[in-house]
Structures are given as C-alpha cells and as structure tokens.
C-alpha cells in the first residue's frame, strides 16, 4: 500500500509536548522530537495570531541548525477579553485563568510553521482558531481540577482532552487546535511545502 506523500517525508517535531506526539502518533506520521527551548516572552503590541505565529516559526529554525528534515513547530495560546493566556505561572495564575474562563466562550489558537531545509527549501506558517465555550464553574470545582496538576503546562490553564472535559459545554472548529496540534492544517500544509 502506498503511503501519503506528506508522510514520506522524515518529519521533526520541535518540541517536547506529549499532546503533540500523541495526535502525530494517531494519524500514523512518523517522527522525532526534539525540544525547542526558546524565549517564550511576548513583544510589545504583538497580537495572539503573530505571538503564536511566531513561536511556531523560531521553534522550527531554532531545531533546523540540528538537522536536515521537514521541521514542525507549534505553539498554543488561549484568548479571552483580548487578554493572552499562556501557561499559568503556579496554582494562583491557573485559578485566576480559569475563574476568567468560567462560564463563557474564548479563542484557542494554534500557530503552527513546517521548515525544509536542504535541497529544496521552504517555509510555511498559518494558525487554526477554535472557539471554547466553559460551563460556569464553582470554587471546588476550581479548586478541586488546580488540585490535580493538570492546568500546569497548558494554555489557559486546562486541558480539554483531560479532567477538563468535564467542563467544556461547546466547541466552534477543529478539537485538535485546542489539544495542540491541527493535525488537518499541518497536513495540508505538508502537501504544499
């Protein structure tokens, strides 16, 4: 059986997500991961598109000095009220991102960049938004998920494939943004790059 031509390809994950292997792992794309550890700080009037943009572009040039692959970079942030949510700084930050999340909608997006060097180079980066609709939450339910450890590491401060999910009335637009990785976005643009 003939594979995809956008899995032909050696594929390089620049970063050390387990969320992101796993959805790699999922639809079958082999690769290797290697962490991209870069300075994360927002610039000046940078908006949730550019930042994440960003990101995913410097993760896969920062991994492109090591090898010789197609690159994968990716970055996940979460916007509510215009206010950027990353990852919280400790339990008080996660409580506070999600006492903002409670009860309302708010954007997920994920930038995403795929980087070829080599013998023919190429570079493509786009973001995917998913809307994210919370139920109301109360103090226990709060404090009871901040509890778990699960908000540490992740934008805005859950994880919808995790306890979370108790906690997500709605979804506008691709799960897999949410989760990390817009599998269907990276794929498409593997096919054009």
Do not use: C
């Not at 699960?150 to 108790?166: H, N």
């Not at 709605?170 to 794929?187: H, Q």
Request: glycine fraction near 8%.
């Amino acid at each position: 059986m003939e594979s995809l031509p956008a899995f032909e390809e050696p594929l390089v994950l620049a970063s050390q997500s387990p969320r992101r292997a796993e959805i790699l792992q999922a639809v079958g794309w082999e690769f290797i991961a290697i962490a991209a550890n870069i300075d994360e700080t927002r610039h000046p009037n940078e908006d949730a598109v550019d930042y994440v943009q960003r990101l995913a572009r410097t993760k896969a040039e920062t991994v492109a000095s090591q090898t010789s692959a197609m690159i994968l970079g990716a970055d996940t942030v979460v916007v509510v009220d215009d206010e950027i949510l990353g990852q919280p700084r400790d339990d008080a930050d996660a409580r506070r991102m999600l006492q903002l999340l409670s009860g309302r909608w708010h954007e997920v997006l994920t930038g995403v960049a795929l980087l070829r060097s080599g013998a023919s180079p190429g570079l493509i980066v786009a973001h995917e938004t998913t809307r994210v609709r919370f139920a109301e939450l109360t103090a226990d339910e709060i404090d009871w998920y901040v509890a778990s450890g699960e908000p540490s590491g992740k934008a805005g401060a859950y994880g919808i494939q995790g306890r979370a999910a108790l906690f997500i009335k709605e979804i506008e637009g691709d799960y897999f943004t949410v989760v990390g990785l817009p599998v269907r976005l990276v794929y498409e643009l593997a096919r054009q790059l």
